[in-house]
Protein backbone atom coordinates (compact mmCIF):
# COMPACT_ATOMS: atom_id res chain seq x y z
CA UNK A 1 0.00 0.00 0.00
CA UNK A 2 1.26 3.60 -1.12
CA UNK A 3 1.14 6.37 0.68
CA UNK A 4 -1.89 8.60 0.07
CA UNK A 5 -1.18 11.77 -1.66
CA UNK A 6 -3.45 15.02 -1.76
CA UNK A 7 -4.13 14.26 -5.28
CA UNK A 8 -7.73 15.47 -6.43
CA UNK A 9 -8.03 11.60 -7.44
CA UNK A 10 -7.52 10.45 -4.05
CA UNK A 11 -10.10 12.86 -2.88
CA UNK A 12 -12.41 11.94 -5.38
CA UNK A 13 -12.11 8.10 -4.22
CA UNK A 14 -12.56 8.96 -0.72
CA UNK A 15 -16.11 10.60 -1.46
CA UNK A 16 -17.42 8.23 -3.46
CA UNK A 17 -15.83 4.85 -3.55
CA UNK A 18 -15.30 2.63 -0.44
CA UNK A 19 -11.67 0.80 -0.63
CA UNK A 20 -12.33 -2.74 -1.11
CA UNK A 21 -14.60 -5.49 1.21
CA UNK A 22 -11.12 -6.59 2.61
CA UNK A 23 -10.23 -3.25 3.57
CA UNK A 24 -9.86 -2.56 7.49
CA UNK A 25 -13.02 -0.12 7.64
CA UNK A 26 -14.57 -2.69 5.50
CA UNK A 27 -14.09 -5.58 8.29
CA UNK A 28 -14.90 -3.22 11.10
CA UNK A 29 -18.03 -2.69 9.79
CA UNK A 30 -18.86 -5.92 9.18
CA UNK A 31 -17.77 -6.97 13.06
CA UNK A 32 -19.97 -4.15 14.37
CA UNK A 33 -23.41 -5.43 12.17
CA UNK A 34 -22.14 -8.94 12.78
CA UNK A 35 -21.72 -9.21 16.62
CA UNK A 36 -21.85 -5.97 18.11
CA UNK A 37 -21.01 -7.35 21.83
CA UNK A 38 -17.90 -9.39 20.51
CA UNK A 39 -17.29 -6.76 18.89
CA UNK A 40 -17.23 -4.56 21.76
CA UNK A 41 -15.71 -7.15 24.13
CA UNK A 42 -12.77 -7.46 21.65
CA UNK A 43 -11.77 -4.17 21.41
CA UNK A 44 -12.41 -2.33 24.11
CA UNK A 45 -9.96 -2.87 26.71
CA UNK A 46 -11.58 -3.38 30.20
CA UNK A 47 -8.59 -2.60 32.32
CA UNK A 48 -8.48 1.07 32.34
CA UNK A 49 -5.18 3.01 31.57
CA UNK A 50 -5.06 6.07 33.77
CA UNK A 51 -6.63 9.37 31.49
CA UNK A 52 -3.44 11.36 31.14
CA UNK A 53 -1.64 7.71 29.98
CA UNK A 54 -4.55 8.02 27.35
CA UNK A 55 -4.08 11.50 26.52
CA UNK A 56 -0.70 10.79 25.14
CA UNK A 57 -2.37 9.20 21.93
CA UNK A 58 -3.86 13.08 21.77
CA UNK A 59 -1.06 15.34 21.71
CA UNK A 60 -1.04 16.11 18.41
CA UNK A 61 -2.14 19.64 18.11
CA UNK A 62 -1.93 20.18 14.37
CA UNK A 63 -4.41 19.31 11.41
CA UNK A 64 -1.78 16.39 10.05
CA UNK A 65 -0.42 17.97 7.08
CA UNK A 66 -0.97 15.10 4.57
CA UNK A 67 -3.97 12.84 3.71
CA UNK A 68 -3.94 8.87 5.04
CA UNK A 69 -5.84 5.74 3.27
CA UNK A 70 -8.83 5.07 5.09
CA UNK A 71 -7.65 2.03 6.26
CA UNK A 72 -4.62 3.07 7.97
CA UNK A 73 -6.91 5.95 9.70
CA UNK A 74 -9.66 3.23 10.85
CA UNK A 75 -6.99 1.04 12.36
CA UNK A 76 -5.58 3.82 14.46
CA UNK A 77 -8.99 4.85 15.68
CA UNK A 78 -9.87 0.98 17.12
CA UNK A 79 -6.04 1.20 19.19
CA UNK A 80 -5.81 4.97 19.92
CA UNK A 81 -9.81 5.26 20.77
CA UNK A 82 -12.39 2.80 20.53
CA UNK A 83 -9.68 0.44 22.89
CA UNK A 84 -9.71 3.10 26.07
CA UNK A 85 -13.67 4.24 25.24
CA UNK A 86 -16.05 2.91 27.96
CA UNK A 87 -18.40 -0.42 26.94
CA UNK A 88 -21.60 1.08 27.77
CA UNK A 89 -23.73 -2.37 26.54
CA UNK A 90 -21.87 -4.00 29.09
CA UNK A 91 -24.28 -5.62 31.08
CA UNK A 92 -22.43 -4.83 34.80
CA UNK A 93 -22.28 -1.20 33.63
CA UNK A 94 -25.21 0.04 35.56
CA UNK A 95 -23.79 3.38 37.09
CA UNK A 96 -25.47 5.86 34.44
CA UNK A 97 -28.43 6.12 31.89
CA UNK A 98 -26.41 5.13 29.08
CA UNK A 99 -27.13 1.77 28.13
CA UNK A 100 -27.43 -1.16 25.20
CA UNK A 101 -29.62 -0.35 22.18
CA UNK A 102 -31.32 -2.42 20.42
CA UNK A 103 -29.04 -3.61 17.29
CA UNK A 104 -31.75 -1.86 14.44
CA UNK A 105 -30.36 1.03 15.80
CA UNK A 106 -27.02 0.57 13.71
CA UNK A 107 -27.90 -0.08 10.23
CA UNK A 108 -30.41 2.98 10.93
CA UNK A 109 -27.52 5.39 11.98
CA UNK A 110 -26.31 4.37 8.55
CA UNK A 111 -29.14 4.91 6.93
CA UNK A 112 -29.42 8.55 8.76
CA UNK A 113 -25.90 9.53 7.68
CA UNK A 114 -26.15 8.15 4.52
CA UNK A 115 -28.82 10.71 3.96
CA UNK A 116 -27.53 13.67 5.84
CA UNK A 117 -30.79 15.70 6.67
CA UNK A 118 -30.69 18.83 8.23
CA UNK A 119 -34.12 19.63 9.93
CA UNK A 120 -33.42 22.93 10.41
CA UNK A 121 -35.45 23.62 7.28
CA UNK A 122 -37.61 21.47 4.46
CA UNK A 123 -35.52 22.24 1.51
CA UNK A 124 -32.94 20.00 2.93
CA UNK A 125 -34.97 17.69 4.67
CA UNK A 126 -38.46 17.25 3.21
CA UNK A 127 -40.34 13.99 4.32
CA UNK A 128 -38.28 14.31 7.91
CA UNK A 129 -40.16 17.12 8.91
CA UNK A 130 -43.65 16.16 8.71
CA UNK A 131 -41.71 12.71 10.83
CA UNK A 132 -40.34 14.87 13.08
CA UNK A 133 -43.49 16.96 13.67
CA UNK A 134 -45.42 13.54 14.05
CA UNK A 135 -43.01 11.82 16.81
CA UNK A 136 -43.61 15.36 18.50
CA UNK A 137 -47.21 14.54 18.44
CA UNK A 138 -47.34 11.10 19.79
CA UNK A 139 -44.81 12.54 22.63
CA UNK A 140 -47.35 15.34 23.12
CA UNK A 141 -50.18 12.32 23.30
CA UNK A 142 -48.51 10.05 25.77
CA UNK A 143 -47.84 13.02 28.04
CA UNK A 144 -51.27 15.14 27.14
CA UNK A 145 -53.90 12.82 26.22
CA UNK A 146 -55.66 15.76 23.99
CA UNK A 147 -58.42 14.41 21.25
CA UNK A 148 -58.22 13.05 18.03
CA UNK A 149 -59.58 17.01 16.65
CA UNK A 150 -56.88 18.20 18.27
CA UNK A 151 -53.99 16.24 16.99
CA UNK A 152 -55.33 16.69 13.36
CA UNK A 153 -55.84 20.44 13.93
CA UNK A 154 -51.98 20.99 15.08
CA UNK A 155 -49.75 18.08 14.37
CA UNK A 156 -48.65 20.04 10.70
CA UNK A 157 -49.33 23.38 11.62
CA UNK A 158 -47.52 26.49 10.39
CA UNK A 159 -48.87 28.68 13.03
CA UNK A 160 -47.82 26.34 16.19
CA UNK A 161 -46.24 23.57 17.28
CA UNK A 162 -47.00 20.37 19.60
CA UNK A 163 -42.90 20.94 21.12
CA UNK A 164 -39.21 21.01 20.06
CA UNK A 165 -37.42 18.18 18.68
CA UNK A 166 -33.55 18.88 20.32
CA UNK A 167 -30.05 17.19 21.10
CA UNK A 168 -31.28 16.38 24.58
CA UNK A 169 -32.37 17.20 28.08
CA UNK A 170 -30.73 19.98 28.61
CA UNK A 171 -31.64 21.95 25.54
CA UNK A 172 -35.15 20.70 25.94
CA UNK A 173 -34.71 22.08 29.64
CA UNK A 174 -33.21 25.49 28.32
CA UNK A 175 -36.13 26.13 25.61
CA UNK A 176 -39.10 25.77 28.26
CA UNK A 177 -37.79 28.06 30.42
CA UNK A 178 -36.76 30.23 27.33
CA UNK A 179 -40.76 29.91 26.69
CA UNK A 180 -41.82 30.36 30.04
CA UNK A 181 -39.42 33.66 30.05
CA UNK A 182 -40.62 35.18 26.67
CA UNK A 183 -44.24 34.66 27.69
CA UNK A 184 -43.98 36.35 30.98
CA UNK A 185 -42.30 39.23 29.60
CA UNK A 186 -44.39 39.25 26.42
CA UNK A 187 -45.03 42.60 24.28
CA UNK A 188 -48.05 44.97 26.18
CA UNK A 189 -48.86 47.96 25.05
CA UNK A 190 -45.80 49.66 23.88
CA UNK A 191 -43.13 46.99 25.18
CA UNK A 192 -42.77 44.98 22.50
CA UNK A 193 -41.66 41.78 24.05
CA UNK A 194 -38.27 41.04 25.37
CA UNK A 195 -37.13 39.15 22.58
CA UNK A 196 -37.09 42.08 20.72
CA UNK A 197 -36.50 44.58 23.70
CA UNK A 198 -34.39 42.81 25.84
CA UNK A 199 -34.43 41.88 29.54
CA UNK A 200 -33.41 45.00 30.85
CA UNK A 201 -36.61 46.77 29.86
CA UNK A 202 -38.73 44.18 30.19
CA UNK A 203 -37.89 43.94 33.60
CA UNK A 204 -38.55 47.85 33.74
CA UNK A 205 -41.66 47.90 31.93
CA UNK A 206 -43.35 44.80 34.74
CA UNK A 207 -42.05 46.79 37.83
CA UNK A 208 -39.48 43.22 38.18
CA UNK A 209 -36.76 43.01 40.36
CA UNK A 210 -35.62 40.11 39.38
CA UNK A 211 -37.15 36.22 37.66
CA UNK A 212 -36.76 32.89 39.55
CA UNK A 213 -37.15 29.75 38.84
CA UNK A 214 -37.82 27.11 41.50
CA UNK A 215 -37.23 23.26 41.87
CA UNK A 216 -35.84 21.04 44.82
CA UNK A 217 -31.97 20.29 45.08
CA UNK A 218 -32.14 17.41 42.89
CA UNK A 219 -32.90 19.48 40.13
CA UNK A 220 -30.81 19.06 36.73
CA UNK A 221 -27.55 21.06 36.54
CA UNK A 222 -28.73 22.25 33.32
CA UNK A 223 -31.46 24.23 34.91
CA UNK A 224 -28.50 26.30 36.38
CA UNK A 225 -27.31 26.74 33.13
CA UNK A 226 -30.40 27.73 32.08
CA UNK A 227 -30.99 30.21 34.20
CA UNK A 228 -27.45 31.47 33.57
CA UNK A 229 -28.13 31.86 29.53
CA UNK A 230 -31.84 33.07 29.89
CA UNK A 231 -30.21 36.22 32.16
CA UNK A 232 -32.07 35.27 35.38
CA UNK A 233 -28.77 34.43 37.21
CA UNK A 234 -27.81 31.24 39.01
CA UNK A 235 -28.71 33.03 42.16
CA UNK A 236 -32.39 33.47 41.16
CA UNK A 237 -32.55 29.38 40.96
CA UNK A 238 -33.94 28.92 43.84
CA UNK A 239 -33.69 25.21 44.96
CA UNK A 240 -35.43 24.18 47.83
CA UNK A 241 -34.09 21.22 50.42
CA UNK A 242 -35.42 18.07 49.95
CA UNK A 243 -34.02 15.48 52.56
CA UNK A 244 -37.29 13.18 51.35
CA UNK A 245 -35.57 13.44 48.10
CA UNK A 246 -39.18 15.04 46.50
CA UNK A 247 -39.99 18.84 46.62
CA UNK A 248 -42.31 19.72 49.14
CA UNK A 249 -45.49 21.75 47.60
CA UNK A 250 -46.03 23.84 51.36
CA UNK A 251 -42.39 24.84 51.08
CA UNK A 252 -42.66 25.85 47.44
CA UNK A 253 -45.80 27.61 47.66
CA UNK A 254 -44.03 29.81 50.51
CA UNK A 255 -40.84 30.35 49.09
CA UNK A 256 -42.58 31.22 45.57
CA UNK A 257 -44.98 33.65 47.80
CA UNK A 258 -41.97 35.42 49.71
CA UNK A 259 -40.46 35.93 46.44
CA UNK A 260 -42.56 37.50 44.61
CA UNK A 261 -43.32 39.94 47.59
CA UNK A 262 -40.14 41.04 46.95
CA UNK A 263 -40.78 42.81 44.05
CA UNK A 264 -39.68 39.83 41.81
CA UNK A 265 -41.23 37.15 39.59
CA UNK A 266 -41.11 34.02 39.82
CA UNK A 267 -41.24 32.29 36.34
CA UNK A 268 -41.91 29.00 36.28
CA UNK A 269 -41.73 26.02 39.06
CA UNK A 270 -40.12 22.86 37.62
CA UNK A 271 -41.32 19.43 38.74
CA UNK A 272 -38.81 16.54 38.09
CA UNK A 273 -40.28 12.84 37.09
CA UNK A 274 -37.15 11.08 37.80
CA UNK A 275 -34.92 12.46 39.47
CA UNK A 276 -31.02 12.10 38.17
CA UNK A 277 -29.57 11.32 41.36
CA UNK A 278 -32.29 8.88 43.11
CA UNK A 279 -35.28 8.60 40.56
CA UNK A 280 -37.94 10.14 42.41
CA UNK A 281 -40.89 12.22 41.07
CA UNK A 282 -41.92 15.60 42.49
CA UNK A 283 -45.87 15.21 43.40
CA UNK A 284 -46.56 17.07 40.60
CA UNK A 285 -50.72 17.62 40.72
CA UNK A 286 -49.88 19.16 44.16
CA UNK A 287 -46.69 21.43 42.51
CA UNK A 288 -49.43 22.01 39.22
CA UNK A 289 -51.42 23.65 42.22
CA UNK A 290 -48.43 25.43 43.35
CA UNK A 291 -47.83 27.04 39.87
CA UNK A 292 -51.33 28.39 39.46
CA UNK A 293 -51.46 29.75 42.98
CA UNK A 294 -48.04 31.58 41.76
CA UNK A 295 -49.68 32.23 38.19
CA UNK A 296 -46.45 30.65 37.20
CA UNK A 297 -45.72 28.57 33.73
CA UNK A 298 -44.99 24.53 35.51
CA UNK A 299 -42.53 22.83 33.70
CA UNK A 300 -41.99 19.09 34.32
CA UNK A 301 -38.46 17.73 33.59
CA UNK A 302 -39.36 13.73 32.82
CA UNK A 303 -36.01 13.54 30.74
CA UNK A 304 -35.20 10.47 32.64
CA UNK A 305 -38.65 8.82 33.75
CA UNK A 306 -41.00 10.24 31.00
CA UNK A 307 -41.01 6.84 29.49
CA UNK A 308 -42.70 5.27 32.71
CA UNK A 309 -45.82 6.84 30.95
CA UNK A 310 -45.81 3.73 28.81
CA UNK A 311 -46.42 1.61 31.50
CA UNK A 312 -49.86 1.38 32.67
CA UNK A 313 -48.77 -0.12 36.10
CA UNK A 314 -46.43 2.71 36.94
CA UNK A 315 -47.94 5.61 34.76
CA UNK A 316 -49.96 7.05 37.71
CA UNK A 317 -47.07 7.63 39.78
CA UNK A 318 -46.34 10.73 37.03
CA UNK A 319 -50.32 12.23 38.09
CA UNK A 320 -50.23 15.63 37.37
CA UNK A 321 -47.76 16.20 34.70
CA UNK A 322 -50.53 16.51 32.14
CA UNK A 323 -51.06 19.61 33.86
CA UNK A 324 -47.19 20.85 33.45
CA UNK A 325 -47.40 24.08 30.78
CA UNK A 326 -44.15 22.14 29.39
CA UNK A 327 -42.37 18.37 29.30
CA UNK A 328 -39.41 17.58 28.76
CA UNK A 329 -38.31 14.21 27.67
CA UNK A 330 -35.10 12.25 26.67
CA UNK A 331 -35.74 9.41 24.28
CA UNK A 332 -32.00 8.72 24.60
CA UNK A 333 -32.69 7.23 28.23
CA UNK A 334 -35.24 5.13 28.92
CA UNK A 335 -36.77 5.02 25.27
CA UNK A 336 -33.10 3.43 23.86
CA UNK A 337 -32.60 5.37 21.43
CA UNK A 338 -28.74 6.40 20.77
CA UNK A 339 -27.47 9.66 22.27
CA UNK A 340 -28.86 12.60 20.90
CA UNK A 341 -32.75 12.98 21.14
CA UNK A 342 -34.10 15.04 23.17
CA UNK A 343 -37.90 16.70 23.24
CA UNK A 344 -39.80 19.30 25.20
CA UNK A 345 -43.42 19.03 24.23
CA UNK A 346 -45.89 22.63 25.13
CA UNK A 347 -49.39 21.89 26.17
CA UNK A 348 -50.79 24.98 24.27
CA UNK A 349 -49.22 24.74 20.64
CA UNK A 350 -49.25 28.61 20.63
CA UNK A 351 -46.88 28.32 23.37
CA UNK A 352 -43.50 27.72 20.77
CA UNK A 353 -44.94 31.01 19.27
CA UNK A 354 -42.80 32.45 22.11
CA UNK A 355 -39.38 32.21 20.78
CA UNK A 356 -39.83 32.01 16.86
CA UNK A 357 -37.45 33.70 14.61
CA UNK A 358 -37.89 34.91 11.06
CA UNK A 359 -35.01 34.37 8.63
CA UNK A 360 -34.82 35.92 5.23
CA UNK A 361 -33.52 32.94 3.00
CA UNK A 362 -35.26 30.02 5.46
CA UNK A 363 -37.98 30.02 7.85
CA UNK A 364 -39.23 32.35 5.81
CA UNK A 365 -42.92 33.62 7.63
CA UNK A 366 -45.77 30.93 7.14
CA UNK A 367 -42.98 28.29 6.06
CA UNK A 368 -43.69 25.01 8.21
CA UNK A 369 -39.56 25.08 8.59
CA UNK A 370 -38.72 23.81 12.05
CA UNK A 371 -35.91 25.99 12.89
CA UNK A 372 -38.21 28.87 13.23
CA UNK A 373 -38.96 27.54 16.64
CA UNK A 374 -35.96 25.77 17.96
CA UNK A 375 -33.05 26.33 20.01
CA UNK A 376 -30.51 24.56 17.75
CA UNK A 377 -30.13 25.59 13.90
CA UNK A 378 -28.43 22.65 11.66
CA UNK A 379 -29.94 19.47 13.44
CA UNK A 380 -29.57 15.90 12.14
CA UNK A 381 -32.88 13.62 11.96
CA UNK A 382 -32.71 11.35 15.06
CA UNK A 383 -36.37 12.09 14.93
CA UNK A 384 -36.29 9.16 13.02
CA UNK A 385 -34.53 6.83 14.72
CA UNK A 386 -37.71 7.44 17.80
CA UNK A 387 -40.13 6.81 15.01
CA UNK A 388 -38.67 3.87 14.29
CA UNK A 389 -38.48 2.64 17.92
CA UNK A 390 -42.02 3.85 18.48
CA UNK A 391 -43.14 1.73 16.07
CA UNK A 392 -40.57 -1.59 16.61
CA UNK A 393 -41.42 -1.55 20.13
CA UNK A 394 -44.67 -0.26 20.50
CA UNK A 395 -46.79 1.32 23.79
CA UNK A 396 -46.60 -2.45 25.36
CA UNK A 397 -43.37 -3.48 24.03
CA UNK A 398 -42.03 -0.30 26.23
CA UNK A 399 -44.43 -1.07 28.98
CA UNK A 400 -42.46 -4.18 29.07
CA UNK A 401 -39.21 -2.78 29.28
CA UNK A 402 -40.09 -0.52 31.97
CA UNK A 403 -41.70 -2.59 34.28
CA UNK A 404 -39.12 -5.31 33.87
CA UNK A 405 -36.37 -2.60 34.71
CA UNK A 406 -38.74 -1.22 38.36
CA UNK A 407 -39.15 -4.94 38.83
CA UNK A 408 -35.13 -5.82 38.90
CA UNK A 409 -34.47 -2.37 40.61
CA UNK A 410 -37.39 -3.96 43.56
CA UNK A 411 -34.87 -7.19 43.18
CA UNK A 412 -31.83 -5.22 43.97
CA UNK A 413 -32.95 -3.79 46.53
CA UNK A 414 -34.66 -6.30 48.36
CA UNK A 415 -30.94 -7.84 47.93
CA UNK A 416 -29.33 -4.99 49.33
CA UNK A 417 -31.65 -4.34 52.02
CA UNK A 418 -31.23 -8.36 53.40
CA UNK A 419 -27.27 -8.00 53.10
CA UNK A 420 -25.79 -7.14 56.72
CA UNK A 421 -23.11 -5.59 55.10
CA UNK A 422 -25.35 -3.06 52.74
CA UNK A 423 -27.12 0.14 53.10
CA UNK A 424 -30.43 0.54 51.30
CA UNK A 425 -29.76 4.85 51.09
CA UNK A 426 -33.03 5.57 48.46
CA UNK A 427 -35.55 2.86 47.35
CA UNK A 428 -36.74 3.22 43.98
CA UNK A 429 -39.28 4.49 42.77
CA UNK A 430 -38.31 4.23 39.21
CA UNK A 431 -35.53 1.61 38.12
CA UNK A 432 -32.52 3.79 40.14
CA UNK A 433 -31.67 3.21 43.51
CA UNK A 434 -28.66 4.67 46.00
CA UNK A 435 -27.06 2.30 48.37
CA UNK A 436 -23.90 2.34 50.55
CA UNK A 437 -21.66 -0.26 52.07
CA UNK A 438 -22.21 -0.26 56.25
CA UNK A 439 -20.03 -3.34 58.14
CA UNK A 440 -22.46 -5.04 60.26
CA UNK A 441 -20.81 -4.06 63.25
CA UNK A 442 -21.51 -0.72 62.37
CA UNK A 443 -24.99 -0.47 63.93
CA UNK A 444 -26.78 3.73 63.60
CA UNK A 445 -23.43 5.43 62.48
CA UNK A 446 -22.25 8.36 64.19
CA UNK A 447 -21.47 11.26 62.57
CA UNK A 448 -17.87 10.91 62.38
CA UNK A 449 -18.83 7.08 60.96
CA UNK A 450 -20.21 8.39 58.35
CA UNK A 451 -17.57 10.39 56.88
CA UNK A 452 -15.54 7.02 57.41
CA UNK A 453 -18.56 5.70 55.62
CA UNK A 454 -17.99 8.28 53.18
CA UNK A 455 -14.39 7.80 52.14
CA UNK A 456 -15.11 4.11 51.84
CA UNK A 457 -18.22 4.54 49.11
CA UNK A 458 -14.97 6.76 46.94
CA UNK A 459 -12.57 4.18 46.74
CA UNK A 460 -14.41 1.26 46.43
CA UNK A 461 -16.11 3.21 44.04
CA UNK A 462 -13.00 3.47 42.18
CA UNK A 463 -11.40 0.72 42.82
CA UNK A 464 -14.38 -0.87 40.68
CA UNK A 465 -14.11 1.15 38.06
CA UNK A 466 -10.80 1.01 37.05
CA UNK A 467 -10.81 -3.37 37.88
CA UNK A 468 -13.24 -2.69 35.01
CA UNK A 469 -15.49 -5.66 35.61
CA UNK A 470 -18.46 -3.63 36.28
CA UNK A 471 -19.13 0.36 37.05
CA UNK A 472 -21.70 2.16 39.82
CA UNK A 473 -21.38 5.49 39.89
CA UNK A 474 -21.67 7.83 43.35
CA UNK A 475 -23.00 10.69 44.20
CA UNK A 476 -23.68 12.92 47.45
CA UNK A 477 -27.21 13.51 49.26
CA UNK A 478 -28.96 14.96 52.37
CA UNK A 479 -30.94 11.51 53.78
CA UNK A 480 -33.85 12.37 56.08
CA UNK A 481 -32.80 9.39 58.58
CA UNK A 482 -28.90 10.95 58.75
CA UNK A 483 -30.61 14.28 60.16
CA UNK A 484 -29.96 15.40 56.63
CA UNK A 485 -25.91 15.26 57.19
CA UNK A 486 -25.15 14.66 53.81
CA UNK A 487 -23.51 11.13 52.38
CA UNK A 488 -21.45 9.58 50.05
CA UNK A 489 -23.44 6.53 47.98
CA UNK A 490 -23.41 4.29 45.52
CA UNK A 491 -25.77 5.11 42.48
CA UNK A 492 -27.38 2.71 40.33
CA UNK A 493 -29.65 2.95 36.96
CA UNK A 494 -30.99 -0.43 35.80
CA UNK A 495 -31.22 0.45 32.43
CA UNK A 496 -29.98 -2.50 30.28
CA UNK A 497 -32.41 -5.35 30.12
CA UNK A 498 -29.64 -7.36 29.62
CA UNK A 499 -28.40 -7.40 33.66
CA UNK A 500 -29.31 -10.08 35.43
CA UNK A 501 -29.57 -11.17 38.94
CA UNK A 502 -26.74 -12.89 39.04
CA UNK A 503 -24.48 -9.57 37.76
CA UNK A 504 -26.11 -7.79 40.35
CA UNK A 505 -24.72 -10.34 43.28
CA UNK A 506 -21.41 -10.33 41.47
CA UNK A 507 -21.28 -6.08 41.38
CA UNK A 508 -22.13 -6.62 45.69
CA UNK A 509 -19.69 -8.92 46.49
CA UNK A 510 -16.67 -7.43 44.41
CA UNK A 511 -17.58 -4.06 46.53
CA UNK A 512 -17.76 -6.00 49.80
CA UNK A 513 -14.42 -7.85 48.93
CA UNK A 514 -12.26 -4.28 48.03
CA UNK A 515 -14.41 -2.78 51.14
CA UNK A 516 -12.99 -5.27 53.68
CA UNK A 517 -9.58 -4.18 52.24
CA UNK A 518 -9.74 -0.43 53.38
CA UNK A 519 -7.80 1.46 55.41
CA UNK A 520 -11.62 2.67 55.95
CA UNK A 521 -13.07 -0.46 57.06
CA UNK A 522 -10.40 -1.23 59.80
CA UNK A 523 -10.44 2.11 61.35
CA UNK A 524 -14.34 1.50 61.55
CA UNK A 525 -13.76 -2.18 63.23
CA UNK A 526 -11.35 -1.02 65.60
CA UNK A 527 -13.59 2.00 66.45
CA UNK A 528 -16.21 -0.34 67.29
CA UNK A 529 -14.12 -2.51 69.02
CA UNK A 530 -12.95 0.16 71.15
CA UNK A 531 -16.75 1.02 71.92
CA UNK A 532 -17.10 -2.47 73.12
CA UNK A 533 -14.39 -2.86 75.24
CA UNK A 534 -15.71 0.66 77.02
CA UNK A 535 -19.16 -0.74 77.52
CA UNK A 536 -17.91 -3.65 79.17
CA UNK A 537 -15.38 -1.60 81.19
CA UNK A 538 -18.11 1.02 82.07
CA UNK A 539 -20.94 -2.14 83.60
CA UNK A 540 -17.63 -4.04 84.85
C1 LIG B 1 -30.39 13.53 31.75
C2 LIG B 1 -31.22 14.58 32.35
C3 LIG B 1 -31.20 15.90 31.88
C4 LIG B 1 -30.23 16.36 30.82
O1 LIG B 1 -30.39 15.72 29.65
P1 LIG B 1 -29.21 15.63 28.56
O2 LIG B 1 -29.86 14.79 27.55
O3 LIG B 1 -28.04 15.01 29.25
O4 LIG B 1 -28.92 17.01 28.11
C5 LIG B 1 -32.04 16.81 32.47
N1 LIG B 1 -32.86 16.45 33.47
C6 LIG B 1 -32.91 15.20 33.95
C7 LIG B 1 -33.85 14.87 35.07
C8 LIG B 1 -32.09 14.21 33.41
O5 LIG B 1 -32.13 12.96 33.90
Redesign the pocket.
Known sequence: MGKASASIEHLYRVFTKPEGKDSKLAQIEEHLSDNLSDFLSQHVVTKAKSLEDIEKHFCDYQVPESPEFVSEHAEKLLDKLVAHSVNTYSPTFIGH?TSALPYFHLPLAKLLVGLNQNLVKIETSKAFTPLERQVLGMTHELVYGQSEVFYNQYLHSARQSLGAFCS????A?ITALWVARNKALRAEGKFRGIAQQGLAAGLKHYGYQSLGILSSKRG?Y?LSKAVDILGIGREQMLMIDCPTQRLSPEKALALGQEFQQQGNKLLAIVG?A???ETGHIDPLDELADVAKELDCHFHV?A??GGATLFSRQHRQKLKGIDRADSV?L?A??QMYVPMGA?MVVFKDPGDSNAVRHHAQYILRAGSKDLGATTLEGSRNGMAMMVYASFNIFGRQGYELLIDHSIKKANIFAEMIEQHPNFELVTAPTLALLTYRIKPEFVVEPSEAENEILDRLTVIVQKQQREAGKSFVSRTRLAVEKYGSQIITVFRVVLANPLTTKQDLKNILQEQLDFAKKTKAWKELKAGRDLMVDDKKQSVG
Open positions: MGGTINHSIGTTDAWTDHKG
